[in-house]
């Protein structure tokens, strides 16, 4: 009924120790960098490839296991991020775990609202509805209702509190705790994606009429689905605003949107690792080709279009050798 993807013995461990060593190499970096000219750049562009890679690893959980094709990833990644901005701005409250749970929960009601619609459209239809939602979101945010939102210049200042016991405006703390965050997510997409309900997107995924037949009720996966993504992509942007100091309606603008597709794309969908594989490359091509050329996103475009033509499975599954089978039950 629905197909099973497996790893072929031998190379999944070489995956898991291969993202064991990264996490140590990410964890070290400070302690090594410490007291030289660089660290405090590397400690933020590190903090942006996490993040960034967080984000487009929520697109992957929603397009690479349930395949649905979101273009308005955006509308989530900036929701969790102005939730958190306006109440750090408006209201005083700079407790990390109480603005946190209140832009994860905000972005996933947007998720749930985002997903009931795009769950009973077609393929197609769910890529304008996500662009649409994301459109609308950020022309809401311009207009700036009531002054909540600060308008084309968005809302400024916004410094994160205290986090179990930790202060996250200290700039080390907030790379740890980033990494943990990133990695806690990672753990638990990849749970979600192994058990019964990711089976169950993966065979939407694969042929959506045979789960009907099963009696699967393939709108209410879908939107939770989407729930859950947006979650992760609201954690994301939250962060974001924390470790940017500003949320602005670029946030929320649709080349955010295609950030999270080319990451995802880049590094390999269906992966979970793949899309921060993707983010770091995207971001250090960024830092190394802007010093030499002003249109380096043409190099990116066209490593994109050789990836399409001769890997399109992406790097991650290249760099780790990770190839899977198809066991049909």
Same mark, same amino acid.
């Given at each position: 009924?629905?197909?099973?993807?497996?790893?072929?013995?031998?190379?999944?461990?070489?995956?898991?120790?291969?993202? +064991?060593?990264?996490?140590?190499?990410?964890?070290?970096?400070?302690?090594?960098?410490?007291?030289?000219? /660089?660290?405090? /750049?590397? !400690? $933020?562009?590190?903090? *942006?490839?996490?993040?960034?890679?967080?984000?487009?690893?929520?697109? !992957?959980?929603?397009?690479? $296991?349930?395949?649905?094709?979101?273009?308005?990833?955006?509308?989530?990644?900036?929701?969790?991020?102005?939730?958190?901005?306006?109440?750090?701005?408006?209201?005083?409250?700079?407790?990390?775990?109480?603005?946190?749970?209140?832009?994860?929960?905000?972005?996933?009601?947007?998720?749930?609202?985002?997903?009931?619609?795009?769950?009973?459209?077609?393929?197609?239809?769910?890529?304008?509805?996500?662009?649409?939602?994301?459109?609308?979101?950020?022309?809401?945010?311009?207009?700036?209702?009531?002054?909540?939102?600060?308008?084309?210049?968005?809302?400024?200042?916004?410094?994160?509190?205290? %986090?179990?016991?930790?202060?996250?405006?200290? *700039?080390? +703390?907030?790379? $740890?705790?980033?990494?943990?965050?990133?990695?806690?997510?990672?753990?638990?997409?990849?749970?979600?994606?192994?058990?019964?309900?990711?089976?169950?997107?993966?065979?939407?995924? =694969?042929? =959506?009429?045979?789960?009907?037949?099963?009696?699967?009720?393939?709108?209410? $996966?879908?939107? +939770?689905?989407?729930? +859950?993504?947006?979650? %992760?992509?609201?954690?994301?942007?939250?962060?974001?605003?924390?470790?940017?100091?500003?949320?602005?309606?670029?946030?929320?603008?649709?080349?955010?949107?295609? !950030?999270?597709?080319?990451?995802? #794309?880049?590094?390999?969908?269906?992966?979970?690792?793949?899309?921060?594989?993707?983010?770091?490359?995207?971001?250090?091509?960024?830092?190394?080709?802007?010093?030499?050329?002003?249109?380096?996103?043409?190099?990116?475009?066209?490593?994109?279009?050789?990836?399409?033509?001769?890997?399109?499975?992406?790097?991650?599954?290249?760099?780790?050798?990770?190839?899977? !089978?198809?066991? #049909?039950?």
């Amino acid at each position: 009924m629905m197909r099973r993807y497996r790893t072929v013995p031998g190379r999944r461990p070489s995956a898991r120790t291969t993202g +064991i060593v990264l996490i140590g190499v990410v964890a070290l970096l400070p302690a090594v960098l410490h007291g030289s000219q /660089y660290e405090a /750049y590397i !400690d $933020y562009l590190v903090v *942006q490839i996490m993040l960034l890679g967080l984000y487009a690893m929520a697109w !992957d959980f929603l397009f690479g $296991y349930a395949g649905m094709f979101s273009f308005g990833h955006a509308v989530f990644f900036g929701t969790g991020g102005y939730v958190a901005a306006i109440i750090v701005a408006h209201t005083g409250i700079s407790s990390v775990p109480l603005v946190l749970g209140a832009a994860l929960a905000a972005a996933f009601f947007v998720g749930l609202v985002v997903g009931f619609f795009s769950a009973r459209v077609g393929s197609v239809a769910v890529f304008l509805v996500t662009f649409a939602a994301a459109e609308a979101v950020r022309l809401l945010v311009v207009a700036d209702p009531g002054g909540l939102t600060g308008g084309d210049n968005g809302l400024t200042g916004i410094w994160p509190g205290r %986090f179990l016991g930790l202060d996250l405006a200290n *700039q080390r +703390i907030f790379y $740890y705790v980033v990494l943990m965050l990133v990695v806690l997510s990672y753990l638990v997409l990849r749970r979600l994606t192994r058990s019964q309900f990711g089976q169950v997107l993966l065979g939407i995924r =694969e042929n =959506e009429i045979r789960i009907r037949f099963a009696g699967y009720r393939v709108e209410q $996966y879908k939107t +939770i689905a989407f729930g +859950i993504s947006a979650l %992760f992509a609201g954690l994301a942007g939250a962060l974001t605003a924390f470790h940017e100091r500003i949320a602005s309606p670029g946030l929320l603008d649709w080349s955010v949107s295609g !950030d999270a597709l080319l990451y995802a #794309t880049l590094g390999g969908t269906g992966t979970l690792g793949g899309p921060i594989l993707g983010a770091a490359i995207v971001v250090i091509a960024r830092v190394v080709l802007s010093n030499y050329f002003s249109s380096w996103l043409i190099f990116v475009g066209f490593t994109y279009i050789l990836l399409v033509f001769f890997q399109p499975s992406g790097l991650y599954p290249l760099v780790f050798q990770k190839k899977t !089978d198809r066991k #049909t039950t």
